[in-house]
């Protein structure tokens, strides 16, 4: 017997969703809506044009630029692309300090912002000579968040001054670690 839509798909999935390009430029109409500027590339000139135009308008005085005649799917394509960069650029990603010794029960965690910092190490690298650069803020410890409000029994819960103490005790060693 089949089952109805609703008991194997959560109404969040919008029909269509891995149509070509829907995915990419959902997220880039989101990165824009706010705050960033954004520039695509594709195949087609009219439609990547188009696309950026379209983009654009998820937030007012917003650019977007759409370059066209590019096949990401070839490096000659790629490398001959005009660059909209030009020079100089931030770009700040947030991070956290789980993933340096980790923690009970927070492997998706660990595994999420060890590949941040891998982005954001390799943006530097390869855009750097650019005048880009990538930061990472990786704060530590929040009391009010999943970590400490969740995974702790209210019983259990340690003091600001407790979490204080813990992640210094923690967090001290690596200091003075051999590299």
């Known amino acids: 017997m089949p089952l109805a839509k609703s008991e194997y798909l959560s109404d969040t999935w ?8 829907t995915i990419c430029s959902a997220q880039v109409r989101a990165l824009v809506h706010l705050g960033a500027n954004a520039c695509i590339v594709g195949r087609n000139v009219e439609k990547t044009e188009k696309a950026a135009q379209d ?9 977007v630029i759409g370059i066209g005649a590019v ?3 070839k490096f000659d394509s790629l490398k001959d ?5 030009g020079t100089g650029g931030r770009i700040i990603f947030v991070s956290a300090t789980i993933h340096y010794r980790t923690m009970p029960f927070q492997t998706h965690v660990s595994v999420a912002k060890a590949g941040v910092d891998a982005l954001s190490h390799s943006v530097a690298v390869e855009f750097g000579p650019l005048g880009v650069t990538s ?11 999943e970590v400490g409000s969740n995974l702790v029994s209210d019983i259990d819960k340690p ?3 407790d979490w204080i103490r ?5 967090f001290l060693p690596m200091l003075w670690k051999d590299t």
């Open 14 to 21: 919008k029909d269509g969703l891995f149509s070509a390009g």
């Open 55 to 63: 983009i654009a308008t998820a937030r007012p005085g917003a650019k």
């Open 71 to 73: 096949d990401v799917r």
């Open 81 to 85: 692309a005009p660059s909209p960069l």
């Open 135 to 145: 930061n990472i803020i990786a704060p530590g410890p929040i009391a009010s968040t």
């Open 159 to 161: 003091s600001h001054t």
């Open 166 to 170: 813990a992640w210094i005790a923690w």
